[in-house]
């Protein structure tokens, strides 16, 4: 294996990233926590709540020999909306903003070629609006929003937001899912 790369990701509720990516080949993990705010340690009430400057997002430690920082983009941009400021559907709030923190100029250099790429493509009706900042303190949110979906995929949330973003991934990316996600499929 390769040297492992990081990418961290907000774009809305981290529950989403989070069960998107646990299903793509080449991730080796994947943590939900908090970024770019200015409150240490915070706990998911002071996110929520809306003044601590952090964002929900993912920390996804992946394989480049199997998952390229462009593929785990590509894929970002397809499970969420990119053209909405501080929301994704029903969470409103800067905690649920398209954020890309970005680890290196090799990311961030990525990452803003492909959004010019794609506001060219015309995709959405509106322009792409994901910040692309440097990395800031992770923290790593609290035990019971770790593998949430996997956990609670009964639960309504899960089954009316989180499930169809993975249905549209595995449909959209059938060739980058995990050879264990899928077996589970058939």
């Not at 907000?10 to 994947?30: P, R, T």
């Not at 993912?58 to 998952?67: C, K």
């Not at 440097?134 to 995929?153: G, S, V």
Request: proline share 4%.
């Amino acid at each position: 294996m390769a040297q492992s790369e990081v990418a961290v990701l907000g774009g809305g509720c981290f529950w989403c990233l989070e069960a998107v990516y646990q299903q793509m080949e080449g991730v080796v993990s994947v943590e939900s926590g908090y970024m770019g705010g200015r409150t240490p340690d915070p706990t998911y009430q002071d996110v929520c709540a809306g003044s601590t400057g952090h964002v929900e997002v993912v920390r996804i430690t992946f394989d480049p020999d199997f998952a390229s920082y462009r593929d785990i983009l590509e894929v970002f941009f397809t499970t969420h909306d990119p053209t909405t400021r501080d929301r994704q559907g029903n969470d409103v709030g800067t905690q649920y903003r398209s954020v890309i923190f970005y680890g290196s100029d090799e990311q961030r250099s990525t990452a803003e070629k492909l959004i010019r790429e794609l506001d060219a493509k015309h995709i959405w009706d509106d322009p792409i609006v994901t910040a692309v900042e440097p990395a800031a303190t992770f923290y790593r949110a609290e035990d019971y929003h770790q593998n949430y979906f996997r956990d609670n995929a009964q639960q309504p949330y899960c089954t009316f937001v989180v499930a169809p973003k993975v249905r549209k991934f595995r449909e959209k990316f059938a060739h980058k899912l995990r050879r264990s996600a899928v077996q589970r499929s058939h």
